[in-house]
């Protein structure tokens, strides 16, 4: 892999940065409501003072699921891998026109189903379980976000043909190849929740539907909402993979095994969906207990990842001198804030994702379904291990696309710190009130079930989202710092791409043969899926007409 | 590029994929342990109802909500209809010792029905009934709740069983 600079056009970063705006917007609103759900569990009702504003902790929850899990997450993704994609293959895009028009399809769909949330016409969560009834341009708006991220994503497989045919025989450079399977992974994944928009919640939500058949909407709903998460997941991973060795002064350990995970995460993503329905009365238990089964298979290649990212940061310590069997650790730059986020937040990934097998073994969801552990996992995993690698990634990615020096890299790496701190505290909280039967999603203040037992735990959380709040606050004051900064960068930001040790080209065929890995994950999800979705749409009754419960 | 090129893979870390494949086994052989051997099992299909008429249909059990004795002292089922926000219902009394089979469902949006310290737990769906059963063999009161946002006063709905000794 040719590691030589290419120098990314103005108009392409202005149109990349425009994604990172939006997102980082996102994630600032977003993120003012999460600390507002810690406190009021910690018993410092703010909600109060927000009225009329903001009605309740509902429409509250509603904003930071919808805003961090779906608006900041997909913007950001959208605008980092149009900049992988256009860096990696070192070509612009093959229709820029169509990329736009994605993009604005985007920002269309989030302003149109912004408008409903605010108006307290949407308090129905970011899962917006049927038949609980929302204004109908908040599943327009949603569905808009959606069909424009698949735009975008068509803009970068026509880009990736392209360079196909400029380079025939030539191997896929790695971080263009992970953007590739990240947006195929994400059309085919999000198909579920677009066969249940189209076919049942917007003719419904506009009236032209008398019900809905919410056990098939569920189903629909968590056929994308798993695999959301790896839309999530693997643009960190191409940093983790690719970039971060880099910044540590390494090599990429292994790139074959590292397409070979990336591949895995393809097929197995996807047909696992009945592990969030384990207690769902209408999906039999053989169903949910072989995507049990596939759900721990997906685990394997989060088992590679670990090991080849780790090697790789090994290999990074070594070379500059670090020394010991943990004693290498000291000599990774931690004093680069992009580096110091992005390795705390792989470290509290690993425990999210231990946390995550517990969630997926079968039966024992019994005892932590839909408790405050499952929030508890998911702030380890999108709201640090993503959310926290995205912030690290801006470090380097906004001074390189506003050619701007990063505002107090001191303060950005206290940032990550306290995000680290401030996570721990909240999440070891709440994994251990979900252990003790505490819901999620409910303001425990008004439950008339608490034991005392809990009160020091639901402090803890309280403590946890106020040093949250700060890290957030420092992160804002950082990029808008930086991005208003007169001072232009000192020297020119490089892209962090790794080499890998092995040369790629080197590496089997196979690792860059399309059809029978998309074959062999078609036909696996309609192997996993097909019976049950056939049953369910057979005997579909749009029994349950609308509620506005809120 | 040749196809005959075989993947190179470290030898720590094909002694690290080896491992933890051989974790994944141990862990899915836990699972199937506790679920055929201890027969802990998670809710299956049990019947389909219509939302719209479950609480006053006469012939729906849902239509007079509440406990019936199979075997007295020992065998129960319990009728229960969740709505916004409240079981239907709210209070249930058992003796210890009993086996107790519940069958819930909702005539409004999705509820959630966990009895705190047993392993029910589960989604309540319009349209389908929930069911599990456990053997109560401590005597003690046991909070249900409702664990799936449902509205308003989502945090208010719960209901208790008092399990005489």
Redesign the interface.
């Known amino acids: 892999m040719s590691t030589q600079a290419y120098e990314i056009t103005p108009k392409d970063k202005n149109f990349i940065g425009w994604h990172l705006a939006v997102a980082i917007i996102a994630l600032a609103i977003g993120s003012l409501f999460g600390p507002l759900q810690a406190f009021e569990h910690a018993g410092w009702d703010l909600y109060k003072y927000l009225n009329p504003l903001i009605k309740?902790y509902?429409q509250g929850?509603t904003l930071h699921g919808v805003l961090n899990a779906l608006v900041w997450t997909t913007f950001f993704i959208t605008g980092f891998l149009t900049f992988t994609v256009i860096y990696g293959f070192k070509r612009p895009l093959k229709y820029p026109t169509l990329n736009l028009i994605g993009f604005l399809l985007m920002v269309v769909g989030l302003v149109l189903a912004a408008i409903p949330i605010l108006l307290n016409e949407a308090t129905v969560?970011f899962t917006f379980?049927p038949?609980?009834k929302a204004n109908w341009a908040f599943y327009v708006g949603l569905t808009l976000v959606v069909v424009g991220s698949w735009v975008e994503g068509w803009g970068f497989f026509y880009t990736y043909a392209a360079w196909r045919k400029e380079n025939p025989?030539v191997?896929t450079p790695f971080i263009a190849f992970g953007s590739i399977i990240t947006m195929l992974l994400w059309q085919i994944a999000t198909i579920g929740i677009a066969v249940d928009m189209l076919t049942m919640l917007i003719p419904w939500s506009l009236g032209l539907l008398p019900g809905v058949?919410?056990?098939l909407s569920?189903t629909y709903f968590w056929f994308t909402g798993h695999p959301l998460v790896y839309f999530w997941l693997l643009p960190a991973y191409i940093s983790w993979y690719a970039m971060l060795p880099k910044q540590v002064g390494g090599k990429m350990?292994?790139d074959?095994?590292a397409r070979?995970a990336f591949w895995l995460f393809l097929i197995l993503s996807v047909p696992l969906g009945f592990h969030h329905?384990?207690?769902?009365?209408?999906?039999?238990?053989a169903w949910?207990?072989i995507h049990?089964?596939l759900t721990?298979?997906v685990?394997?290649p989060s088992?590679?990842t670990a090991?080849?990212v780790v090697?790789s940061l090994e290999y990074g310590a070594r070379q500059n001198g670090g020394k010991g069997m943990f004693g290498w650790m000291r000599a990774l730059p931690w004093s680069n804030p992009s580096v110091a986020a992005q390795l705390l937040a792989g470290l509290l990934f690993f425990f999210g994702g231990i946390g995550g097998?517990a969630n997926a073994?079968?039966?024992?969801?019994?005892?932590l379904?839909?408790?405050a552990f499952v929030p508890g996992h998911f702030h380890l995993t999108v709201g640090t291990g993503v959310t926290l690698t995205f912030i690290g990634i801006s470090y380097w990615l906004i001074p390189y696309l506003t050619g701007k020096k990063l505002w107090q890299p001191k303060w950005a790496v206290a940032q990550a710190w306290l995000w680290f701190v401030g996570m721990i505290i909240f999440s070891n909280s709440m994994h251990i009130l979900g252990l003790l039967?505490a819901?999620?999603?409910?303001?425990?203040n008004?439950?008339?079930?608490i034991p005392a037992e809990w009160n020091s735990r639901l402090f803890q959380v309280g403590i946890g989202g106020a040093i949250l709040f700060v890290s957030g606050a420092i992160y804002l004051t950082v990029v808008a710092a930086t991005f208003w900064s007169k001072q232009p960068a000192t020297e020119k930001v490089e892209v962090p791409v790794a080499e890998a040790l092995?040369d790629p080209?080197?590496?089997?065929?196979?690792?860059?043969r399309w059809t029978p890995w998309v074959v062999a994950t078609l036909a696996l999800i309609v192997l996993a899926y097909g019976p049950m979705l056939f049953d369910l749409i057979k005997?579909i009754?749009l029994?349950?007409?609308g509620?506005r419960?809120? | 590029?040749?196809?005959q090129?075989?993947?190179?893979?470290?030898r720590?870390?094909r002694n690290?994929?080896v491992a933890?494949?051989i974790l994944?086994v141990l862990?899915?052989t836990?699972?199937s342990i506790?679920?055929f051997g201890m027969g802990?099992?998670?809710?299956?299909?049990?019947q389909?109802v219509?939302?719209?008429t479950v609480a006053s249909d006469p012939n729906s059990p849902w239509s007079n909500p509440g406990i019936r004795e199979v075997v007295a002292g020992e065998k129960y089922d319990v009728y229960i209809l969740a709505k916004?926000w409240q079981y239907l219902p709210a209070e249930i009394s058992i003796p210890a010792g009993a086996s107790v089979t519940f069958y819930v469902t909702s005539m409004?949006?999705?509820h959630?029905f966990?009895i705190?310290?047993t392993?029910?737990?589960?989604?309540?769906?319009?349209?389908?009934?929930?069911?599990l059963t456990v053997k109560f063999t401590k005597a003690g009161t046991y909070?249900f709740?409702?664990?799936?946002?449902?509205?308003?006063a989502?945090?208010?709905m719960?209901g208790k069983i008092v399990v005489s000794p």
């Open positions: 309740s509902y929850l969560l379980y038949p609980m025989g191997r058949d919410p056990q569920r350990f292994s074959s095994l070979f329905q384990y207690v769902d009365p209408g999906v039999p238990p949910k207990f049990a089964m721990f298979s685990f394997f088992m590679l090991f080849t090697a097998l073994s079968y039966n024992v969801n019994l005892v379904h839909n408790t039967g819901p999620r999603r409910t303001p425990l008004l439950a008339p079930y092995q080209a080197l590496g089997p065929a196979w690792l860059d005997n009754a029994t349950s007409p509620f419960v809120w | 590029m040749s196809a090129e075989k993947m190179h893979v470290d720590y870390e690290w994929m933890s494949a994944l862990f899915a836990a699972v506790a679920a802990i099992q998670v809710p299956a299909p049990e389909r219509d939302p719209r916004t409004d949006v999705q959630g966990k705190q310290d392993n029910v737990n589960f989604q309540v769906v319009p349209g389908q009934v929930s069911k909070n709740i409702c664990t799936e946002y449902c509205g308003a989502h945090a208010a719960a």
